[in-house]
């Protein structure tokens, strides 16, 4: 397919995806045609032979700034709310999955900001390699809404509990440094040699014995000992609800009026 809203680029062994910005956009975003587009994409590096591994970046200031706030708004107005989450998340969450189980590993090269959607996609990669002026929020309790993109099935199998509670419950912004202290980036490097790094990684990726490393990667899945399909299943059925909460309605007004938003609760 023709993507519009990410590139694909295929060098050798190497795949790079790309989330790119539009006219009308500040920032790479996870709206309903990007999770089309890069699950396509990754079905495609998925069937190509020659692919052994994959890069997912970012454009300009960010990696992914999460969900589009302004169709969120848009989808209040217009009474949709629950059909917007709905549809947006069968792909994202078919991409979860995807990641998490292909068949090459993946490297996230995170360049600025990876919020909400976004700091998850990175998760969902195999491979952190991070700018130093890069930033993660779990930020969806800003928006009433609980951590999406199979967040609350991965982070707590990753993290210490009340670590999990501090990034979700507060949603505040983290360092790369913090992160890399929490174990969940695998390195920094400054802004200008991301890419130099992130290629050298990736070329290391496609000269290990790649099958190996996608039933290691299904291993690992099934060696958490719960049905993952099932967990982010009914994660996304909680996030579709979410968006009848007054919180919800609250945080998207609030982000889009750049106010601080006053929650129930409710």
Request: proline share 4%; aromatic share 8%; net charge negative.
């Given at each position: ?13 190497i ?7 539009s ?10 045609e990007?999770?089309?587009e ?7 590096c998925e069937?190509?032979?020659?692919v052994r591994?994959?890069i ?7 990696f992914c ?10 989808a ?21 999955y995807k ?6 590993p993946?490297?996230?090269?995170v360049?600025?900001?990876a ?8 998760l969902?990669?195999?491979?952190i390699i991070?700018?130093?002026d ?5 930020s ?5 809404l609980i ?6 099935y ?5 993290l210490?509990?009340?670590k ?5 419950f507060?949603?505040?912004?983290l ?8 174990g ?11 890419d130099v ?6 070329e290391?990726l ?8 996608g039933?290691?990667k299904?291993?690992f899945m099934?060696?958490?000992h719960s049905?993952f ?9 909680i996030?579709?609800a ?17 106010r601080?938003?006053v929650?129930?609760?409710?």
């Open positions: 397919m023709a993507y519009e809203n990410i590139k694909l680029e295929i060098q050798g062994s795949a790079t995806i790309t989330l790119t910005v006219p009308n956009r500040k920032f790479p975003t996870l709206d309903m990007t999770g089309k890069l699950l396509s994409a990754i079905e495609e069937k190509t032979e020659e591994a994959l997912i970046k970012g454009t300009g200031k960010a700034a999460g969900g589009d706030i302004k169709k969120f708004k848009e209040l107005e217009d009474g949709t709310s629950e059909a917007m989450m709905n549809t947006l998340t069968q792909d994202l969450y078919q991409l979860a990641l998490r189980t292909l068949r090459i993946v490297i996230a090269a360049n600025g900001y919020i909400g959607a976004g700091l998850n996609l990175a969902s990669c195999d491979i991070a700018s130093e890069a930033k993660f929020a779990e969806f309790i800003n928006l009433g951590p999406g993109f199979a967040g609350t991965m982070l707590p199998k990753q210490p509990w009340p999990v509670a501090e990034m979700c507060f949603g505040e912004s360092s790369a440094a913090e992160m890399e202290k929490l969940l980036i695998n390195k920094i490097v400054p802004f200008e040699d991301l790094t992130v290629n050298e990684y990736a290391r496609a000269n290990q014995p790649t099958l190996a490393i039933r290691m299904k291993l099934e060696g958490f049905d399909a099932t967990a982010i299943e009914n994660e996304r059925q996030q579709i979410s968006t009848n909460t007054e919180d919800y309605q609250e945080g998207v007004f609030a982000l889009n009026e750049k601080k938003p929650f129930k609760g409710k």
